[in-house]
């Protein structure tokens, strides 16, 4: 469990993290979306002690970082791949993570195993692409076997084969209980990993719901129905029971219906219609809405 606790964060003059508070459950991932500059790499920054808040707290499985006695075997976190010493081989490095940690040296080649790069573990780190040195990391996340991950964007830059096992690895660690948190500022991507999102904006709290819920609310199905007969039209689709509301164009949209019993009805009925076409709202335009405040903001802010 991660509990934010009124964080703040100030940089000089730019408010990065603006009283924020949420808990991140355990059992399942859970996202953490928002435009570029909300504040999301500061808050994860502050989960593990790189970052001192201005005010406010995080508690790791209800202690603070500073206050675990060994705080890789609490908390792993991948939140910059590329920050692996070049010079030193993948199991070296990850042999001196364990050591300071007081982690047996058994563990490195397990969680080399986990993540597919036993046969890599002699390699040095600068000759890894970008794919590996994201699978290095994890393995420095895993070694501890941590109750808490924090994943910052683990998927920018990877191919879609290690996008996909990075899904599949969260979803995994999730299941066995562990909290799993994750960064993104795509919510198509997230509503295929996670459970439930934690949206902020200008750094504050957005949205705190259910992936489903978001869903729900914000992918709205319907056909899209123009006719120079708007009247006539919601009169016959009432009289044949379809719930139908006039669009912002002046278009009809019907639900819980079809294009077949659509076009047969107005056929019948003999309304003149344009265009019967069924329409799904994306998330992303979901998603762009809800931070889209927060992004005029920043933007006007800059100019
Ligand atoms: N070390 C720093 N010094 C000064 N300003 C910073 C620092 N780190 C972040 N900021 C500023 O704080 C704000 C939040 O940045 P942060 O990186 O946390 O956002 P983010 O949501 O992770 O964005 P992105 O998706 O672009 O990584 C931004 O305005 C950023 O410019």
Redesign the pocket.
Known sequence: MIEVQELTKR??T?L?VDGLSFRVEPGRVTGFL?P????????MRAMIGLDRPTAGQVLIEGRRYEDLPRPLCTVGALLDAKALHGGRTVHGHLLGLARSNRIPDRRVAEVLEIVGLGAVADKRAKGLSLGMAQRVGIAAALLGDPAVLLFD?PVNGLDPEGILWIRELMKKLAAEGRTVFV?S?LMSEMALTAEHLIVIGR?RLLADTSVAEFIDRNSRSYIRIRTPQPERLLDVLAAAGIPATTGLDGSIEATGTTQETLGALVAEQQVTVYEISPQVASLEEAFMQLTSDAVEYRAGQGA
Not at 36 to 43: D, E, P, V
């Open positions: 940089y000089g730019t990065a928002g570029n500059g909300a504040g999301k790499s500061t808050t964007e960064s500022h750094g």
